[in-house]
C-alpha cells in the first residue's frame, strides 16, 4: 500500500507540474547561411558557429544564386541574386511561394517594423535600378527609394544604413544614412576604395554598438566603426581573417565573429587572431562530397519554435500519465481484494 501511495503522489506531481507549463513553445536560436554553390541554406549555433544542419532549406530547383536568408514573422525569406525573386519558407523549411516582378539582382534584406527592404541593382522585371525596393509582411510590393549601387540594408539606431558599391560614382563605397520612410540623412562612412573599405558587403552589430563590415574586395578583410562611422578596426590575414572574398559577417554570443567567404564559413576571435573553420575546403568531412567548395553568403539569425520540431504536446503527456495512473490504480485495487 505504501508502495502505490507512493506512486500516485509521484505521479500527481508531476501532472500538476505539466499542467501548470505555460503552452507557449520554447524558441532556439540559429544562424542561417545560404550556400549558392548547393542551393541550400545551412544552420549554425548562434554561440559558437557549430555546423547544426547542412539542408535546413533545400532550394534545388528553386534557387539560381542564394545570398540573403532572412526571418519574417513565422517565415524565411531568401532573395536570389540572379533568379531576381525572393523565396518563402516556414520555420520548418518548406517553400511556400514566391515574390517575382519588380526585382533585378537583389542582395541583402532587413526586416523592421513590418517591413523588408531589399536592395536591388538592376532594371529588368520593371525593377527600379539602383535602389531600395520594400514589401510588407505578405509580399505586396510598397515602392523604393533612390540609393547608390546598394549590397545591404541594416537597421541601426532606429534608421537604416546601405553601402554602395559603385566605385565609378561620386561618393561610392561608402556606407550611407536612412530614415526608415527612405529619406537621405547623411553620409556614416566615406571610403576612397584604396585606403579603406572596397566593395562593402554584409553589416552588422556588435555587442558593444560597433558595426562590422565585410570589405570584399582588396584591401579585404572585416571593417568596424563606432556609432559616428569613424573607423576604429581593420583586421585581414594578420588577424586571423584570410583574404577569401569576405562577404557574411556576425558576432557569435562567445565573442568570436562568424564570417564567410569564397571557400566557406570560418569564426574568428578578432581580439587574438585565433581562427577556426567551421565550414570550408578544410572540413572535408563536413563536406558534400570531396573537392566542394562552399561559397558561403550572408548571415541572420533565426528563432525556431519547438512548434516546428515533432515533439510531444504536454496534453499527450499528461494523458499518458494519468492513464498510467489509473492503470496503477486498478492493479492495487485487485490486490487489496485477493487479500
Known amino acids: 500500500m505504501q508502495m502505490f501511495k507512493s506512486i500516485v503522489g509521484f505521479s500527481v506531481i508531476v501532472c500538476s507540474t505539466l499542467l501548470a507549463i505555460s503552452p507557449e513553445a520554447k524558441a532556439a536560436d540559429f544562424l542561417m547561411i545560404p550556400d549558392s ?68 539582382n537583389i542582395r541583402g534584406m532587413e526586416f523592421v517594423d513590418n517591413k523588408i527592404y531589399v536592395s536591388n541593382s538592376g532594371t529588368d522585371n520593371n525593377a527600379p535600378g539602383e535602389a531600395v525596393v520594400t514589401f510588407d509582411t505578405s509580399g505586396n510590393n510598397l515602392g523604393s527609394f533612390a540609393t547608390g549601387d546598394p549590397y545591404d540594408v541594416l537597421s541601426y539606431n532606429g534608421e537604416l544604413l546601405v553601402n554602395d558599391i559603385n566605385s565609378n560614382a561620386n561618393g561610392g563605397e561608402d556606407i550611407d544614412r536612412y530614415s526608415l520612410d527612405g529619406n537621405f540623412i547623411s553620409n556614416f562612412h566615406d571610403s576612397d576604395g584604396v585606403n579603406g573599405i572596397d566593395f562593402p558587403q554584409q553589416m552588422a552589430v556588435r555587442s558593444n554598438g560597433n558595426l562590422i563590415v565585410g570589405g570584399f574586395s582588396a584591401p579585404g578583410g572585416i571593417y568596424e566603426y563606432d556609432e559616428n562611422g569613424n573607423q576604429v578596426g581593420f583586421f585581414d590575414g594578420n588577424n586571423g581573417v584570410a583574404f577569401r572574398g569576405i562577404r557574411g ?91
Open 37 to 104: 554553390q548547393s542551393d541550400r541554406v545551412l544552420l549554425f549555433d548562434d554561440s559558437d558557429g557549430s555546423l547544426v544542419n547542412d539542408n535546413f532549406i533545400d532550394g534545388a530547383g528553386l534557387f539560381t544564386t542564394p545570398l540573403n536568408a532572412i526571418q519574417v514573422n513565422e517565415e524565411i525569406w531568401v532573395s536570389d541574386q540572379v533568379a531576381d525573386s525572393i523565396f518563402r519558407f516556414d520555420l520548418k523549411g518548406n517553400y511556400k511561394s514566391a515574390i517575382t516582378g519588380g526585382l533585378d
Open 249 to 339: 559577417v556576425y558576432e557569435l554570443d562567445n565573442g568570436n565573429v562568424l564570417w564567410t567567404g569564397g571557400d566557406g564559413v570560418v569564426s574568428t576571435n578578432l581580439n587574438t587572431g585565433e581562427f577556426t573553420d567551421i565550414f570550408t575546403v578544410n572540413t572535408p568531412d563536413l563536406l558534400p562530397e570531396a573537392d566542394y567548395r562552399p561559397s558561403a553568403r550572408y548571415i541572420e539569425k533565426v528563432s525556431i519554435s519547438d512548434k516546428s520540431a515533432k515533439v510531444p504536446e504536454p496534453g499527450t503527456v499528461l494523458g499518458s500519465l494519468l492513464l498510467g495512473v489509473v492503470g496503477v490504480v486498478g492493479k492495487f485495487k485487485r490486490m487489496e481484494n485477493k487479500e
